[in-house]
């Protein structure tokens, strides 16, 4: 594998996990919105109708997007791989509690 494809195949696998990562964050304080107003919102109708137990099952995905970024040497990795873990536990601290 050439040095190109490597490295944007890291930065790509880095940039899906940030996505992951920051949906939790985005969708954690859309919740907090009224249902009424949350519903109205395009394409978050499906938040409120999700299971908590999916959330675990995304981030458990974007820790492990992130340790792939981390192992391929991505130059993102200082900044996915903590918030993916700083993520998932705190989505499994939320659901044991």
């Known amino acids: 594998m050439d040095a190109i494809k490597k490295k944007s195949l890291s ?3 880095a940039y899906a ?3 992951v990562s920051l949906s939790f964050w985005i969708a954690l304080a ?3 919105l009224p249902a009424p107003i949350l ?9 409120v109708m999700q299971p908590g137990w999916r959330w ?3 981030e458990a995905f974007g ?5 792939a970024a981390t192992v391929l040497r991505s130059k993102l990795w200082t900044v996915v791989l903590p918030l ?3 993520t998932f ?3 499994m601290y939320v659901m044991g509690s």
């Open 89 to 91: 536990s705190f989505t």
């Open 63 to 67: 820790l492990f997007l992130g340790i």
């Open 30 to 32: 859309l919740s907090n």
């Open 56 to 58: 675990a099952l995304v």
């Open 11 to 13: 930065n790509g696998i």
């Open 84 to 86: 993916g873990f700083l």
């Open 17 to 19: 996990s940030l996505a």
């Open 39 to 47: 519903l109205r919102l395009p394409g978050w109708g499906w938040l």
